[in-house]
């Protein structure tokens, strides 16, 4: 039933959206209608390169977000762990957490070039963010109790980190990973609009500037289904990962 | 000096635990003061007293997570340094002293691990730990799933796995209802009886310290500066094995009951 | 307390260990830190860093206001009737995931460059996490309060005014909090991707023109900028709901 409804709605919007567009209410040369944006799309899966440009943004993104994973829980296991570095760092990152990831893109251009080395870099920075804070929170929120059962158990430092710490982390971490996956696919595009690395990004601002609306169109609709896709399969990790605490 | 003392005590072995002249501050606060108290193999030694005694810091001494201001915490003749392998704490808080992403076995599993024992004989010894405090069938469960008595038995496992010498319990029960805090009063007896454990637990339930304990200390809350933190102790004296109903009726239990009761009305003086 | 100083020897010992680094040294893409103080002190004089600083903070108050204002209409709307709820979650997941930026060609044919391009791109921003965040802070209200209502014989437009609304205050607040944040983020982001105007576009302009003194000073004015409103909304957030006591 609620699916139904939720369907409804979908196809009244659809509905909505092929009337202003039939209806010459709104430009067509900016708004296609949903038939045309949809044919665009199918014809540029099958006759197109529409998957192709689709599987390399989902690279760029994959890429710049695993490095800044692997960082993200090193860096932020290393920091969160010790309370004295926590003391010297926090400041300094707290800081530098609401600059937007995408104000390094003049930096790295400057230091990179145009090069896809760039864009790699803007979105593992960009990204790192996210990953590092949440993993330093986890850390930092260890029940003080466990601290004590470590070492009325004598566990190692590093056996810590692995048993009680890393775990502990985990929920704070895939949140942060999650996040970071969003904004990985941000500076993906943003990566690619900027230089001439292939992608959908670089093709959607193609079709805008040639005023070819439908396959902008069909270009949004697959970025926003790398993004609901990539939120889906994230969470169904978390679920997974984290069935412990549906217990709770 | 402390030489000489070792030759001496070599005459008869050194007590498993022992307290000379033990005190501690918190800032300005003396906590503990001029306490001596040994604990002896195979003894169970009950701690009674009122609230912000230092029942707890008493317990943490023996762990070495926590160091005296003046005086000597001994184990087998030697200072204790910090934690040692053979001395385990069950922690009241139950619930935050487990690890809530590992099963039931996992949890058993980690002392172990922390033990170096091998992975070939893990699986085997937590069955048998799993039998003894009667979780067989909850094994590949979430703490989270199971009820206050049950995640205390855990976490009694988890203790029992390091196989102590000494077992320290703070307050373990005191979350519990009733019924299973005296079926989990029963249980612990017959564990530590059968493993030869000695075991210091600290309460704050008279009955539980006279039923469970062969010694009982009372602790006296802010000692002046000559006065020791001990301000008696009770030898029990009752039959092993003991029993809820029989060993509660017994005019020995009663007669201890009584002194224990007026001492703590008269406000441990 | 005393351990404040800790998180100030971090910054400086990186700007001094910066300043050491570039002296004398001739860069196009890095800058001394005196270099990028003193480019800081020109811009500002001659009105370049003001002009930016209002053109991007107008863009994100107006999306925010935008956006924000919708978002909130529609999750006081969602989060108070389920059926609405149910009707429009479906179209809710579908277009929430479409990434902000991939909207920058579409407002670029609708719109063209300038004010406008960048509103509408920050207001899609902010319109999905207001509206999530107040549907569920209106989910979270006490279910006593509704109990409340029915007993005192409010008319439901009194209830929500007085009861609902007031009692899903602080975490709107928390919300709009990070509204700005994301608006801040995103005018920067199309700044640099498309829109020639603001703090953004003057970084890589600055890039481009191989000025990386002003680089940096734009680029550590917009750090600046982005903690000191995050921490202003705090601590105004701190002060405003500080008796509704709990709410971090």
């Known amino acids: 039933m609620r ?71 090193g860096l932020g296991s290393l920091i969160g762990i010790s309370s004295t570095l926590r003391a010297w760092l926090m400041p300094t990152l707290e800081v530098l957490r ?40 986890g850390f930092a929120s260890i029940e003080p109790r466990l601290n004590e059962v470590g070492r009325m ?58 005023f070819r609306s439908a396959d902008l169109f069909a270009g949004v609709m697959l970025l926003g289904l790398i993004g609901l896709c990539c939120n889906a399969l994230l969470a169904a990790v978390e679920r997974r990962a984290l069935s412990w605490q549906n217990h709770r | 000096m402390p030489a000489m003392l070792n030759i001496v005590q070599t005459a008869s072995p050194p007590p498993l635990a022992s307290f000379s002249g033990v005190a501690l501050d918190f800032g300005a606060r003396r906590v503990l003061n001029r306490l001596d108290l040994e604990i002896g193999h195979r003894e169970v030694v009950c701690v009674i007293g009122p609230t912000g005694c230092g029942k707890t810091t008493l317990l943490r001494l023996l762990t070495g997570l926590l160091k005296p201001t003046e005086g000597m915490v ?55 730990l799993l039998r003894k405090v009667g979780l067989s069938a909850h094994a590949e469960k979430y703490p989270g799933q199971l009820s206050g008595g049950m995640q205390q038995r855990v976490q009694i496992a988890r203790a029992l796995a390091q ?32 493993s030869g454990t000695s075991m210091l637990f600290i309460t704050h339930d008279l009955d539980e310290a006279i039923y469970l304990g062969d010694r009982i200390v009372a602790l006296r809350t802010g000692p002046k500066p000559d006065q020791s933190s001990v301000a008696r102790v009770f030898d029990v004296n009752l039959p092993r094995p003991r029993d809820q109903l029989a060993t509660r009726e017994q005019p020995r239990f009663l007669e201890l009951r009584r002194a224990a009761f007026s001492f703590i009305q008269e406000g441990g003086a | 307390m005393s351990g404040k100083w800790r998180g100030w020897v971090v910054p400086l010992v990186l700007v001094s260990a910066a300043e050491f680094a570039m002296h004398g040294v001739q860069s196009y893409a890095l800058a001394a830190p005196s270099a990028a103080a003193s480019a800081f002190a020109e811009l500002a004089a001659d009105g370049t860093l003001w002009r930016a600083t209002f053109e991007t903070l107008g863009s994100a108050l107006a999306g925010v206001v935008l956006g924000g204002g919708l978002g909130l209409v529609l999750g006081l709307w969602l989060g ?23 909207m920058i060609p579409i407002a670029l044919l609708a719109f063209g460059f300038g004010w406008r391009l960048e509103i509408a791109i920050i207001a899609f921003a902010c319109l999905w996490p207001m509206l999530v965040l107040t549907k569920s802070a209106v989910a979270q209200v006490e279910p006593r309060l509704f109990e409340v209502a029915q007993v005192l014989r409010l008319t439901p437009m009194s209830s929500v005014l007085k009861l609902i609304i007031p009692a899903a205050l602080p975490r709107i607040f928390v919300a709009f909090r990070l509204c700005v944040g994301v608006a801040l983020v995103v005018a920067v982001t199309v700044e640099i991707a498309a829109n020639p105007q603001g703090l953004g576009y003057s970084m890589i302009l600055a890039q481009q023109t191989l000025h990386p003194e002003n680089l940096f000073a734009m680029l550590a004015w917009t750090g600046l900028l982005g903690w000191s409103i995050g921490a202003g909304l705090l601590s105004l957030q701190r002060r405003l709901f500080a008796h509704y006591g709990g709410l971090q």
């Open chain 1, 3 to 73: 699916w139904i409804k939720g369907i409804a709605v979908v196809a009244a919007l659809l509905c909505l959206w092929q009337a202003m567009a039939a209806s010459g209410f709104v430009s067509r040369v900016f708004l296609p209608s949903p038939i045309a944006a949809s044919q665009a799309l199918l014809n540029g899966l099958t006759h197109g390169n529409l998957g192709l440009l689709t599987l390399n943004t989902i690279e760029h993104m994959t890429y710049g977000w695993l490095l800044a994973c692997l960082i993200g829980i």
């Open chain 1, 98 to 137: 609401p600059l937007p990831a995408s104000s390094m893109v003049p930096v790295f251009i400057g230091l990179f070039g145009f090069t896809p080395n760039m864009v790699l870099a803007v979105i593992a920075f960009g990204s790192l963010w996210p990953v590092l804070l949440a993993t330093i929170h």
């Open chain 1, 153 to 210: 158990l004598r566990l190692s430092r590093a056996a810590f980190i692995w048993k009680i710490g890393l775990p502990n982390a985990l929920p704070d971490a895939l949140a942060g990973m999650r996040l970071a996956l969003t904004v990985a696919l941000i500076l993906a595009i943003v990566g690619e609009m900027l230089t001439s690395q292939q992608g959908l990004g670089r093709a959607i601002l193609f079709a805008a500037r040639s």
């Open chain 2, 74 to 128: 001994m184990r087998n003749g030697e200072p204790v340094a910090g934690p040692a392998a053979d001395v385990a704490i069950v922690f009241q808080d139950y619930a935050r002293a487990l690890l809530p992403w590992r099963t039931v076995a996992g949890n058993i599993s980690l002392a172990l691990e922390a033990g170096q024992v091998p992975r070939s004989e893990r699986q085997q010894r937590i069955d048998v």
């Open chain 2, 163 to 194: 196989e102590p010498k000494l077992l320290l319990m703070d307050e373990p029960f005191g979350a519990l209802d009733a019924m299973t805090r005296q079926g989990l009063q029963d249980e612990m007896l017959k564990l530590v009886i059968e």
């Open chain 3, 80 to 102: 108070l009737s389920r059926t609405v709820a149910d009707a429009a979650s479906l179209s809710v997941e579908l277009l929430r995931p479409i990434p902000s930026v991939a």
